[in-house]
């Protein structure tokens, strides 16, 4: 179990603050959020992540990326010991990278692949100097680390959009068409961003949800 901030106050395109192993995952309540990008994954066990009335199981093989101050709290299941491991990160390119990722206040990545499961594990001591050589080898290992996210995102987006999700949404709709429906609701039943379930609903049946 480890973990190693960052000092530094030099500004970087994309600096991390904070990185942490095998973590056991405690509760944590934050109403006012978290300064930096916050990366969380399940190495093992189960948690869940509350953002407003959204509940979020977060299993082994998954991940949960939120933007700077968006309120949360995360807890482990009953009776488990919840092992995480994160990376929290800011930078003067994070916001353009953020728009690029199509992350609204907060997204899961379902079934990680090894690239992105691992990179915390495979290059945690490359976050363990300060020197400032060291500083631009970190900035060059977080944006590998996003073209990781993306790079699942896409390969995920296929097996959705002909998964059943967008079925589950199909399903949704037609139950409750006579009320009032918002893409929020739908991107709660997805556990993705509005953007990225819209693109996928788009994607299955030509048309936008709405």
């Known amino acids: 179990m480890s973990i190693k901030f960052n000092s530094s106050e030099s500004e970087y395109p994309l600096k991390f603050y904070d990185i942490g192993l095998k973590w056991v995952q405690h ?5 006012h959020g978290f300064r930096y990008y916050h990366w969380l994954q399940t190495d093992k066990g189960t948690g869940f992540i509350k953002i407003g009335q959204k509940v979020i199981k977060l299993s082994p093989h998954q991940g949960f990326l939120m933007r700077p101050y968006t309120p949360y709290s995360c807890y482990p299941d009953t009776d488990q010991i919840w092992i995480t491991s994160f990376l929290t990160f800011e930078g003067t390119m994070i916001d353009s990278m953020a728009s690029f990722l199509d992350l609204n206040e907060f997204q899961i990545y379902q079934d990680l692949d090894k690239n992105l499961e ?8 490359s ?3 300060y020197d400032y050589l060291s500083s631009l080898e ?14 699942n995102a896409y390969i995920n987006e296929l097996d959705f959009s002909q998964s059943k999700i967008v079925n589950k949404i199909i399903e949704y709709i037609r139950l409750h068409y006579q009320e009032k429906i918002s893409n929020e609701m739908l991107a709660s039943l997805s556990g993705y961003s509005i953007p990225h379930t819209v693109r996928l609903f788009k994607a299955e049946v030509e048309v936008t949800p709405m």
């Open 138 to 151: 970190q900035s060059t290992l977080i944006y590998t680390f996003l073209m990781y996210l993306k790079r």
């Open 118 to 125: 691992n990179f915390i594990e495979n290059n945690y001591k």
């Open 27 to 31: 509760k944590v309540y934050r109403p």
């Open 127 to 129: 976050f363990t100097t």
